[in-house]
């Protein structure tokens, strides 16, 4: 158990919906990382958020939002989802210092029908 | 355009004896290097990390070695283990405090009893 918790394990969802992916760090990781991997793929980075605010931007499509809330627990939104958004999202955290180590999640898998 | 390649998709290797997973990479900038191992339906577990000044870590069964010269690293794993068995991800990252991973396409490995 890395310490890193997601919500939902698995959505089901259809084409033109809006989702929020959930994902709570590590205690006292002050970084979040959200990552897609699709059939094949490996994994994509998307977006880094560092203590609330944005750090890095990854390959993230304009319909796809994140924030990091103060409590350090970070949503990913994922609107006018199309089939090919099929995926699995995974949440990373790190320690603050030593920001290249991520702890990843159990991911979302999440299906657009 | 992939920065982090991982041309064996597969590899079989009879239990006790050395696994050795292959990584190359394209990106001079990166200098820090880690492996992921990763089992169905859960995220990647962090295994072993290399920074760009070093050309060998060691931890336990587990020890990779970086040749910038040749932009390759390599995971020994030693004895294998049946639980051994997973998909393992080479990772990169190229600095600075943003941290994002660049990910291989992974490599499956199956340890045989």
């Known amino acids: 158990d890395s310490g890193v918790t997601q919500t939902p394990k698995h959505l089901i969802t259809a084409t033109g919906q809006r989702v929020t992916l959930r994902c709570s760090p590590r205690?006292?990781?002050?970084?979040v990382y959200w990552y897609q991997q699709s059939l094949d793929q490996g994994l994509q980075f998307l977006i880094q958020y560092y203590n609330g605010e944005e750090r890095a931007k990854g390959n993230i499509l304009e319909r796809f939002s994140a924030q990091q809330f103060p409590d350090l627990h970070s949503e990913l939104n994922l609107s006018s989802l199309e089939l090919g958004d099929s995926a699995l999202y995974f949440c990373a955290s790190s320690v603050a210092g030593h920001p290249r180590t991520q702890y990843f999640g159990p991911g979302t898998r999440l299906l657009v029908l | 355009d992939q920065q982090v390649k991982q041309n064996s998709p597969s590899l079989s290797v009879q239990e006790g004896r050395i696994s050795i997973l292959n990584c190359d990479y394209t990106?001079?900038?990166?200098?820090?290097f880690l492996w992921y191992k990763k089992y169905p339906a859960e995220g990647p577990t962090f295994l072993i990390s290399i920074s760009s000044i070093k050309d060998k870590n060691e931890d336990g069964r587990f020890t990779v070695f970086l040749n910038k010269s040749a932009k390759h690293l390599s995971l020994h794993i030693v004895p294998s283990q049946p639980g051994d068995s997973a998909v393992y991800f080479c990772a990169a990252s190229a600095g600075g405090s943003q941290g994002n991973l660049i990910f291989g396409k992974g490599t499956k490995l199956s340890v045989k009893p």
């Open positions: 205690s006292g990781d002050l970084s």
């Open positions: 990106n001079s900038m990166f200098d820090y």
